[in-house]
């Protein structure tokens, strides 16, 4: 089988049906995969021939509209994982293992797993590969986002308000990321560029910095006003860029303690959408693409929340904790977000344990992520 222009997608969410449309639109042969409970959409392209991206959205003009088939909708999570050398997971972070577990049976060698976005979770799940026993040689690799900021806005619809000019990626070990990403470019619709390793993948995700923070401390006004803002736009002020500003400083304080050369928060989002703002409040103002999400979180169950506090603040306090930098800002937040939700993200989201890295020196941990699991081994048994 000639699978190199074949991409598996898992997920029926806004990110895994935008990718099908637009990897579709570049004639790449698609693979979307929909779990029992969460098929509903492959129904509905079904019945529709394929999947609309819509050309204009509450009179704001979108990308790529069009309509395009889809080659395989498909509930079989063996077919999924056989149709394609590259499984794309472009799915919330709690979807990551028990998605990975389904497939783990069905991989083969060599096969990348991409996570869009990581959060840390290739660390996670090879983790969960060793734990179950599978010895499949599989390469993870982890976005810092998705490609597009996208919409699911009626059955088989979308709409995309704008596409990154490039996605920094890394490998799990990150000796392959040179080799995924010349396997990977050929099927991506924007160019793809290294990291150093996957725990600067999980740092540079830029939802770290204009999510959960903005988003605790504008509660009050996003549940009393059920999200009717523009989120970018209406909860970023001069005060709350100050905040964030005290919380950037800690993730850059962790990355260097890391021996990892992080960009800023304003760099990094000048760069993914082609902007040349001076400060942040500005970018969150003045961007197109973000002024076309005109929807805001409406409860702390917001994803903003209820992902990328635990599986994205938590796994940065405990990267903190374990290089001795200090995470105030990052604690508070954390505090804030517990209260609201009346639970403790510190003991259920992603710790150093389920990244395989807990009890590890620091200089092992940097070893785990550049080399595969048995030259890590090797490398510990040497030490």
């Known amino acids: 089988m000639n699978t190199t222009h074949r991409v598996s997608i898992i997920g029926t969410g806004n990110a895994a049906l935008t990718a099908a449309y637009h990897l579709s639109a570049m004639d790449v042969d698609v693979c979307l995969f929909g779990s029992p409970g969460f098929a509903q959409p492959l129904e509905e392209i079904r019945k529709a021939g394929g999947i609309r991206a819509q050309a204009t959205l509450d009179g704001a003009d979108l990308h790529f509209p069009g309509f395009q088939p889809i080659h395989t909708l498909t509930e079989d999570i063996a077919e999924a994982a056989t149709f394609a050398d590259v499984l794309m997971m472009p799915v919330p972070s709690f979807a990551q293992i028990p998605l990975f577990d389904a497939l783990l049976p069905h991989l083969r060698d060599d096969q ?9 979770g290739s660390l996670v799940l090879r983790e969960r590969q060793q734990e179950r026993g599978f010895t499949q040689r599989l390469v993870f690799a982890e976005a810092i986002s998705s490609p597009w900021a996208c919409r699911i806005i009626g059955p088989a619809q979308i709409a995309i308000m704008g596409l990154k000019t490039c996605l ?18 050929p099927l991506m619709p924007l160019p793809l560029t290294a990291l150093d390793n996957v725990l600067a993948a999980g740092l540079e995700n830029i939802n770290y910095g204009g999510h959960p923070l903005l988003t605790t401390l504008s509660m009050g006004l996003l549940e009393n006003f059920e999200g009717k803002f523009n989120y970018y736009r209406d909860c970023c002020s001069p005060a709350t860029a100050r905040a964030a500003a005290v919380m950037e400083e800690e993730r850059q304080a962790i990355g260097r303690a890391l021996g990892l050369s992080l960009m800023s928060e304003l760099a990094a ?14 970018l969150n103002r003045n961007s197109d693409a973000h002024s076309k999400i005109t929807n805001a979180p409406d409860s702390p169950q917001h994803r903003y929340i209820s992902e990328d506090v635990p599986y994205l603040l938590v796994p940065i306090q405990a990267l903190g904790q374990l290089c001795g930098v200090p995470t105030p800002m990052i604690d508070a937040c954390l505090t804030i977000a517990n209260a609201y939700n009346q639970t403790d993200y510190t003991r259920s989201g992603r710790d150093l344990g389920s990244m395989g890295l807990a009890g590890q020196p620091l200089a092992d941990v940097l070893e785990s992520v550049s080399t595969e699991p048995s030259q890590a081994g090797a490398a510990l048994a040497m030490a």
Do not use: K, Q
């Not at 990626?169 to 040179?178: E, K, Y």
């Open 269 to 282: 989002m000048n760069r993914l959408y082609g902007l040349h703002e001076t400060s942040v409040f500005d």
């Open 168 to 185: 920094p990626i890394a490998a799990l070990p990150s000796t392959r990321t040179d080799d995924v990403i010349e396997r990977l470019t």
């Open 112 to 120: 990348i797993i991409m996570l869009l976005p990581g959060n840390f």
